[in-house]
């Protein structure tokens, strides 16, 4: 004998908004009159027949169609049931194309780190019957992931039983991607600030080691004196010569150490940008024989005067080479060439002059050349992504361009400009 149990006016339009939904002859129509009712039990309507509510219930569906946030309904055992126009449509799919099995759909629709963990949250919500609110991954119709906001509320019947699922899904990709953009902006800043504590150290120690480094070509300088006019130790006052040079050498090197870890008000003074090469090639070659480079140089004694900061333009230019070594680090040993050209050229229809950078490395390609002066962007695995953007501030601070540009064979170029100064 059939069973009879009350269904309540609330069940009955819903059921009515779904069966609209599907036909009578599919089967998830079927399974949809079903939920919440004991096999073999009939539905005893306790108001008004079903079709006078379907006006109503057609609205309600429409209603719901119209939401742009994700909605859907399950089982009590998780299987799908319904859902909206929108979520629908994100995914490229009819209802019926939507597999019952939960942990099927979860491999169609999430990605594959969130699958297992997905699982287990929603078996827990089953055997508990307990609200469900996650974050996860979700694949669209254009083939690509964004993160959702994921909830799941039970519905019960007077029994406590749950007897249906609820859930909405809230597009928070954008909020995901800010958040991850915050944490690495928070990185960066820490490690700014060890930079800027081991510059200050660094200067110390600059400052510390000028100090023996002056005894020693005072003392190299008294050697000579002591063997001057005897021929038979004129090798030794060679090598004595050579103590000096490189002494004081290593003193000029230091000193342009302690010109960059200062915080001093930037400088603007005349001065030629072969001499800001000379410097940098000094600062760089401990690094250039380490990463085993070569690097050429190709700039006219004759070019024009600049009125800029001789530190910053040192920093900027300093910072392009070794990007440069650093993008042949992956490159054979006898291709590591860096070359710093120098040349003649104009800026407004000024007399200007531009200091160029090319490397032989792994390149650039149009979505870097693009972002690769952006903050925090970077294509080093360990990098800041500030250097760069830094080095624009620079110059475009002096008035000039810095600018990037691919190879024709292999590796990038990048370069700045820089008006002449005025006669």
Not at 294 to 312: E, F, H, K, N, S
Request: proline share 5%; with cysteine.
């Amino acid at each position: 004998m059939t069973a009879v149990v009350d269904i309540s006016p609330d069940e009955q339009r819903l059921d009515a908004a779904l069966e609209l939904t599907f036909p009578a002859s599919d089967p998830i129509a079927v399974s949809i009159s079903r939920v919440g009712r004991s096999p073999g039990t009939a539905m005893k309507p306790s108001q008004p027949s079903v079709p006078s509510s379907r006006p109503r219930d057609t609205e309600l569906l429409e209603l719901i169609d119209s939401v742009p946030e994700h909605v859907f309904a399950l089982h009590p055992d998780f299987t799908f049931l319904h859902a909206n126009r929108a979520l629908l449509d994100y995914h490229g799919q009819l209802s019926g194309d939507v597999p019952s099995d939960p942990d099927a759909a979860s491999v169609l629709v999430h990605h594959p780190d969130d699958i297992s963990r997905l699982a287990e949250e929603g078996r827990r919500a089953v055997a508990t019957g307990s609200l469900l609110q996650t974050e996860a991954r979700v694949l669209g119709i254009d083939g690509t992931y964004r993160w959702f906001l994921i909830r799941v509320n039970p519905l019960r019947d007077e029994h406590g039983c749950v007897i249906r699922w609820y859930g909405t899904r809230t597009d928070i990709d954008d909020r995901k991607r800010a958040e991850a953009a915050l944490q690495k902006a928070h990185a960066a800043l820490m490690h700014v600030t060890r930079v800027t504590t081991v510059g200050e150290v660094t200067a110390s120690f600059a400052h510390e080691l000028n100090q023996p480094l002056a005894a020693i070509v005072n003392n190299a300088n008294a050697c000579l004196s002591l063997t001057e006019g005897r021929r038979e130790l004129e090798e030794v006052r060679a090598a004595l010569a050579d103590i000096v040079s490189d002494a004081e050498r290593a003193s000029c090197i230091i000193e342009r150490v302690r010109a960059l870890t200062k915080h001093s008000m930037p400088e603007r003074v005349h001065l030629r940008l072969t001499d800001v090469v000379d410097d940098v090639i000094a600062l760089a070659a401990a690094e250039s024989a380490a990463q085993r480079v070569a690097i050429r140089t190709d700039v006219a004694a004759d070019l024009p005067i600049v009125v800029g900061d001789r530190v910053q333009l040192q920093q900027v230019l300093l910072n392009l080479v070794v990007n440069a070594m650093d993008a042949m680090a992956s490159v054979d040993e006898a291709e590591r060439r860096l070359e710093i050209r120098g040349r003649l050229d104009t800026e407004g229809g000024r007399p200007a002059v531009t200091i160029s950078v090319e490397d032989r490395g792994i390149g650039l390609h149009p979505e870097q050349t693009r972002r690769v002066f952006d903050a925090f962007y970077t294509t080093k695995p360990h990098g800041m992504g500030l250097g760069l953007a830094i080095s624009r501030a620079i110059v475009q601070a002096h008035g000039g361009r810095l600018w990037a540009e691919p190879n024709r064979e292999r590796g990038a170029t990048f370069a700045f400009r820089l008006a002449a100064a005025s006669e």
